[in-house]
DNA sequence: TGCACCTTTTG
DNA sequence: AAAAGGTGC
């Protein structure tokens, strides 16, 4: 019997602190990576050019590692349940590792793909990797999922953390690994790539420059980068669109080019060193958002039915308006509100936005514009680079407030929202050129004059926010009832 | 990681 | 009179 573990990476685009490939590589000297480029991750009409472009990237950098290691990275872009199984066999692998997900797509095809597997006879081994601790860690008193966000981070906040996992190298000199000419051969046969297409090649054009390196080690220097000063400042400074007080490791751990406990570590070793109560509110700010991520995982794990619609009743049969005309004016940044243009168009031609802008813009498209949460879910999908169906999902009910959280009903001043963050109105000026020369108390508030409106390329406001807001509100009551 | 509306405090 | 604080949705 071979030794060969053939080891399928899907979010854990990296070598270090990966728990399956440090597992696969603690088990056997010949590791051979792999990749699928299945129709669910391309296909879709979710799927945003820059996210892929930034998928790529890491697969690239991927592919080097391995090949620096002298192994392979080996690409299908075939179905897995029937690829895997005849590329395993094919090479006569003797085990297929792979770490788990959360998304209910994953957990579908994660089951046929074992389930064709055993029928070959060859292992299956799989790893919690992308999250610090897994769903079945994170239970109640009575052993019920959370539903509710605060007493999760207690919870999840008062158990152990675990190191980073040391990967020994894929390949030492003394040990030959990977797979040999011949048996690359009868890789491609089985349909197994070892060149990898552009996100051009797949139909994904972003022409934009990408605004995050891709990679593992572009993924480090950003945490470090992060980890040297912003982070002391969080709590203040991440609420200013126009200051970058954000980590912007998103893209990393949505595709893995980091491991999350890699994060975690250097946030606790700046804990344990820090001598002032500020700088130590400021970090573990920051935590609590690592452990929001999580908990809207954990989320989607034990209510897959989360990807599909609101959690509430009383949104079920929500009477949304869902004009198309106001629809396209949200997505194009031409709501005639200052804040919610600026940020739909920092999205477009970026494929990024800052998230007090997503929450700004999510409230308005729902509350103000009275459209379904799950039509702005879907165009940020086709538009993120760090698009990610937990998170996104997460957010979008939240604002809608059609998800777990009991909460009042939110709705965001569009105005007072970028009076307090935006004050000086830089972020507006910046995305919204045609509003440079606006006073900055009109611009904030929309109020632009008549005059200087003749003269301006912007639009009217689409709607009134009071009027809407308690338009909202009546349907909201009329729903409540039935809730 | 809300806002509106009210009361209390401050200068 | 403005700022700060409290409360209900």
Request: charged letters at 25%.
């Amino acid at each position: 019997m071979s030794d060969l573990i053939l080891f399928w990476h899907r979010r854990d685009l990296r070598i270090c602190d990966n728990i399956g490939l440090a597992a696969a590589r603690q088990q056997s000297p010949k590791i051979v990576g792999l990749f699928c480029l299945d129709r669910h991750l391309l296909n879709l009409d979710d799927v945003a050019p820059a996210r892929v472009t930034y998928m790529m990237g890491c697969l690239q950098k991927l592919q080097q590692s391995y090949a620096e290691s002298g192994s392979q990275l080996l690409i299908i872009q075939d179905e897995p349940s029937e690829a895997i199984p005849r590329l395993a066999t094919a090479i006569n692998a003797k085990a297929v590792f792979w770490n788990l997900d959360v998304e209910p797509y994953a957990k579908k095809r994660d089951l046929a793909v074992s389930n064709a597997l055993a029928q070959t006879g060859i292992q299956v081994k799989n790893f919690w990797d992308q999250l610090l601790h897994a769903p079945e860690e994170i239970r109640t008193g009575t052993g019920n999922p959370y539903t509710v966000y605060t007493p999760f981070w207690k919870k999840w906040n008062s158990l152990p953390k675990t190191q980073p996992v040391e990967t020994l190298p894929i390949i030492s000199l003394e040990e030959m690994t990977g797979l040999s000419a011949a048996e690359a051969e009868i890789a491609r046969q089985a349909g197994a790539m070892e060149i990898l297409p552009s996100a051009r090649d797949l139909g994904f054009i972003w022409e934009n420059p990408l605004l995050i390196e891709p990679g593992e080690n572009a993924a480090q220097e950003k945490l470090e980068y992060f980890c040297d000063l912003a982070i002391y400042e969080y709590q203040d400074q991440r609420n200013f669109p126009i200051i970058n007080g954000t980590s912007q490791l998103s893209p990393a751990l949505k595709f893995g080019a980091i491991g999350i406990r890699t994060v975690w570590q250097a946030t606790q070793i700046l804990m344990d060193n820090c001598r002032n109560e500020e700088g130590r509110t400021n970090i573990r700010t920051w935590q609590q958002e690592l452990a929001w991520r999580e908990f809207y995982q954990h989320a989607m794990y034990n209510f897959p039915e989360l990807a599909d619609g609101p959690y509430r009743q009383a949104f079920k049969d929500f009477p949304w308006e869902n004009d198309e005309k106001l629809f396209q004016a949200w997505c194009r940044g031409k709501t005639g509100y200052p804040i919610v243009d600026a940020a739909m168009r920092q999205l477009n031609q970026t494929g990024w936005m800052h998230n007090r802008c997503r929450m700004i813009v999510a409230s308005f498209l729902t509350k103000d514009l009275i459209i379904n949460w799950q039509w702005g879910e879907k165009y940020f999908m086709q538009k993120l680079i760090d698009g990610d169906l937990s998170a996104n999902n997460g957010g979008w009910q939240w604002s809608a407030s059609s998800g777990m959280d009991p909460k009042p009903l939110r709705i965001f001043n569009p105005v007072s929202q970028a009076q307090k963050f935006d004050p000086e109105g830089e972020y507006i000026r910046h995305w919204v050129p045609e509003l440079r020369r606006v006073d900055t108390k009109l611009l904030l508030t929309g109020n632009i004059l008549p005059l200087e409106r003749k003269f301006l390329p912007y639009p009217d406001r689409v709607v009134d926010h009071n009027e809407q807001q308690r338009k909202f509100k009546e349907l909201y009551k009329q729903q409540k009832i039935v809730d």
